[in-house]
């Protein structure tokens, strides 16, 4: 089975060919242009017949599609919930998992797919148990995950597929962003849909979802070290409370007759 799909070098190269082409044989390269457009309409569609079809003429040529096509192709199929076509694709040389911006398809499908969508479940499993896909790779932009991005437009469905997938529900994205703060903000801007948002919280915090990658600092037992009255709310304020508690155990490390050891050791607790 020829590699119709396979990069040919590097992407610069594959550009600066086809620059030339355009220079060289301009009515070459508008047929391939105009080629390529049909493939991502036939990817679009999952009409894998007329999609085999026009790469005979490729395959004959002993010639390939040029990646920047490929790329379109496999984001309509996979936007569309075509597990055919990407398979097809997949067989035929398209590297997914390694090669940009294809590497990403996980957190495209995330992001384009309805609310309520089967056809983004199966084409996420296609890619993580087929083609090899990391559940849980982060995209370059803002390091979100697919899972982040399903909290956050409240896709439960979705994720309920990528954490049994293995994405890691505490995958720390730009700014300190957990899945359990893309709940929340769903949560916040569709009130109308609580259910959801805690439907999507419970499922996070049963595998153990946090909202702070951050160990606890240990509490210090000592009539002087103020009790926690409510937990944060916000990254910041957990930040500041932390700061809090260290500054409190610091001063109570240098006081040794106001603990029953004579001193502490930072990060143990203290039994009464």
Not at 153 to 168: C, K, N, P, Q, Y
Not at 180 to 204: K, N
Not at 233 to 245: A, D, L, V
Request: aromatic letters at 4%; glycine letters at 6%.
């Amino acid at each position: 089975m020829m590699e119709c799909f396979a990069v040919r070098g590097t992407l610069a190269e594959e550009h600066d060919r086809f620059k030339t082409l355009v220079e060289t044989r301009p009515e070459v390269a508008a047929a391939e242009m105009r080629r390529g457009a049909m493939l991502v309409a036939y990817a679009r569609d999952g009409d894998l017949e007329n999609l085999d079809k026009a790469l005979a003429v490729v395959r004959e040529g002993g010639d390939t599609v040029l990646f920047w096509f490929a790329c379109q192709m496999a984001q309509e199929a996979a936007s569309r919930g075509r597990v055919e076509v990407l398979r097809y694709m997949h067989e035929r040389g398209l590297r997914i998992v390694d090669q940009p911006p294809l590497d990403e398809l996980l957190t495209h499908v995330a992001e384009t797919h309805d609310h309520v969508s089967d056809d983004a479940v199966a084409v996420t499993t296609f890619l993580v148990r087929e083609v090899g896909v990391v559940a849980s790779k982060q995209r370059r932009a803002d390091w979100l995950s697919a899972l982040h991005i399903a909290c956050r437009r409240g896709t439960f469905e979705l994720a309920e597929a990528l954490v049994s997938l293995g994405a890691d529900v505490n995958a720390v994205a730009r700014d300190d962003v957990m899945p359990l703060h893309c709940v929340d903000a769903y949560g916040a801007a569709a009130p109308e849909d609580s259910a959801t948002a805690e439907r999507l919280r419970r499922l996070l915090e049963d595998r153990g979802a946090r909202r702070t990658w951050r160990r606890d600092v240990s509490p210090v037992v000592s009539a002087t070290t103020p009790q926690r009255k409510s937990p944060p709310t916000t990254i910041e304020e957990e930040e500041k409370q932390e700061e809090q508690e260290v500054s409190s155990a610091d001063e109570e490390v240098d006081s040794p007759e106001s603990s029953p050891r004579g001193g502490l050791v930072f990060g143990t607790e203290v039994q009464q």
